[in-house]
Antibody, heavy 121, light 111 residues
Framework: EVQLLESGGGLVQPGGSLRLSCAAS????????MSWARKAPGKGLEWVSS????????YYADSVKGRFTISRDDSKNTVYLQMNSLRAEDTAIYYC??????????????WGQGTTVTVSS | QSVLTQPPSMSGAPGQRVTISCTGS?????????VHWYQQLPGTAPKLLMY???NRPSGVPDRFSGSKSGTSASLAITGLQAEDEADYYC???????????FGGGTMLTVL
């Protein structure tokens, strides 16, 4: 069974940084577009960022643009989300997901179990 | 306020049929972008329930069906079961915003 395993979440102060990792198991990330989404307490799912299968295109929600950076290391079969200048409103469970197509604009068919990020002083 | 509009909550009795709507605009669903649906059970990760408007991934019961017309899409669940109680989200792509978009989610209660 294909799996995604997120790590790197935790408690961080406002203004701080975290790097989330998403490791793929039993399939190769190469040429797969990958995405991050989050669910804040009491709110719905929010798409955060995607990277195309080639890695040449990255996409960000307005709420994180300029603060978050998505990247991929196909040699490690891992996708990352570097989160800087964190705010209280970034508190959420962060999910990594594999896209249905390489474009980065499609649906997502494989999801990780999520990693919790809490931004608080 | 989500770009895709869903009813915040719906309910139905076991065995009934419910239909969850997802209304967009000419820059997303109406522009021809596919709609995907996810089910999120309490305390678990989202699960792809329907892709490309009306296709069920392997393992999803045929009680679930999807459709799309104009600027809207819908997810129908027939023969409602207690295990269907969950949050449901539609998702598409918006060409004006150049981002993926989720609906606000629908909390389905099985009475």
């Amino acid at each position: 069974e294909v799996q995604l395993l997120e790590s790197g979440g935790g408690l961080v102060q406002p203004g701080g940084s975290l790097r989330l990792s998403c490791a793929a198991s039993r399939f190769t990330l190469s040429r797969q577009a990958m995405s991050w989404a989050r669910k804040a307490p009491g709110k719905g799912l929010e798409w955060v960022s995607s990277v195309s299968g080639s890695g040449g295109n990255t996409y960000y929600a307005d709420s994180v643009k300029g603060r978050f950076t998505i990247s991929r290391d196909d040699s490690k079969n891992t996708v990352y989300l570097q989160m800087n200048s964190l705010r209280a409103e970034d508190t959420a469970i962060y999910y990594c997901a594999k896209d249905l197509s390489p474009s980065g604009r499609d649906g997502m068919d494989v999801w990780g179990q999520g990693t919790t990020v809490t931004v608080s002083s | 306020q989500s770009v895709l509009t869903q009813p915040p909550s719906m309910s139905g009795a076991p065995g009934q049929r419910v239909t969850i709507s997802c209304t967009g605009s000419s820059s997303n669903i109406g522009a021809g972008y596919d709609v995907h649906w996810y089910q999120q059970l309490p305390g678990t990760a989202p699960k792809l329930l329907m892709y490309d408007n009306s296709n069920r991934p392997s393992g999803v019961p045929d009680r679930f069906s999807g459709s799309k017309s104009g600027t809207s899409a819908s997810l129908a669940i027939t023969g409602l079961q207690a295990e269907d109680e969950a949050d449901y989200y539609c998702q598409s792509y918006d060409s004006s915003l150049t981002v993926k978009i989720f609906g606000g989610g629908t909390m389905l209660t099985v009475l």
